[in-house]
C-alpha cells in the first residue's frame, strides 16, 4: 500500500508564488518518477512537472521558466515550486509517483489533490 500526501495548496493572487509538497509513505521499493499533475473545471488532466529517478525533469510549455519541481529521495517528498502564478495556473494539483512495492511492480500512485487558486 501506497500513500501519497499533499500539502501546500491555496489562494494566492497573480504573480505570486507557492509551494506543493508530496510525501509517498507505505511499503516502496523504489520510485522511477515523481510528478505534478494538474486539471481544471472542465478539462483533461494534464501533466505539468516530472522528475525522473537519474536526475532528468521535465515540464509542460506553459510552466516553464515559471514552475521549478524538485525531489528528495531519501524522504520519499517530491515538490513543485511556483513562481509568477497566473489566473490560468488555477486547477487541481495532483502528485503522482511510478514506483514499485513489496508486492507489486511499477505502477502509477495518485494524491488526494490540492486545491491552487489564483486570484486578485
Known amino acids: 500500500q501506497v500513500h501519497l500526501v499533499e500539502s501546500g495548496g491555496g489562494l494566492v493572487q497573480p504573480g505570486g508564488s507557492l509551494r506543493l509538497s508530496c510525501a509517498a509513505s507505505g511499503s516502496i521499493l523504489s520510485i522511477y518518477a515523481m510528478g505534478w499533475y494538474r486539471q481544471a473545471p472542465g478539462d483533461e488532466r494534464e501533466l505539468v512537472a516530472i522528475a525522473i529517478s537519474g536526475g532528468s525533469t521535465d515540464y509542460a510549455d506553459s510552466v516553464k521558466d515559471r514552475f521549478t519541481i524538485s525531489r528528495d529521495n531519501a524522504k520519499k517528498t517530491v515538490y513543485l515550486q511556483m513562481n509568477s502564478l497566473k489566473p490560468e495556473d488555477t486547477a487541481v494539483y495532483y502528485c503522482?509517483?511510478?514506483?514499485?512495492?513489496?508486492?507489486?511492480?511499477?505502477?502509477?500512485?495518485w494524491g488526494q489533490g490540492t486545491q491552487v487558486t489564483v486570484s486578485s
Open positions: 503522482n509517483i511510478v514506483a514499485s512495492t513489496t508486492s507489486t511492480g511499477g505502477r502509477d500512485y
